[in-house]
């Protein structure tokens, strides 16, 4: 999907919405669904298991949710959407001699 982002490919901006549509509903999930679990930290002891559960879905939100909502918004955008199709030479016409 990078290559063909840099290539300017129509079905990596395609694949890359569809990924950042993913990753949002994954990390809106785990906020709905685990909130105490995702930005509370207990006073008390836990075991290890929870404190690395709880550290992966804090390090996932982070990493997740900022890009997929910029992703969303920047490959939505009329003028990349016009960047990508331009470079696609299956929709330019074909000029004959």
């Given amino acids: 999907m990078g290559v063909g982002l840099f ?3 129509p079905w990596a901006r395609k694949a890359a919405l569809l990924w950042a549509a993913i ?3 994954f990390s809106l999930s785990v906020i ?4 105490y679990q995702t930005f509370v930290i207990p006073e008390q002891f836990v075991s ?5 559960k709880q550290l992966l879905a804090v390090a996932l939100l982070i990493f997740t949710f900022p890009i997929s909502v ?3 918004f920047y490959f939505t ?4 959407k016009l960047q990508f199709q331009s470079a696609n030479p ?3 016409p ?4």
Avoid: G, Y
Avoid at 32 to 35: G, K, L, Q, W
């Fill in 7 to 9: 290539q300017l490919k």
């Fill in 23 to 25: 990753a949002l509903t």
């Fill in 32 to 35: 709905a669904f685990r909130p």
């Fill in 48 to 52: 290890e298991a929870e404190s690395l």
């Fill in 70 to 72: 910029w992703w969303i």
């Fill in 77 to 80: 955008r009329p003028s990349v």
């Fill in 90 to 92: 299956t929709s330019a």
């Fill in 94 to 97: 074909l000029e004959s001699n």
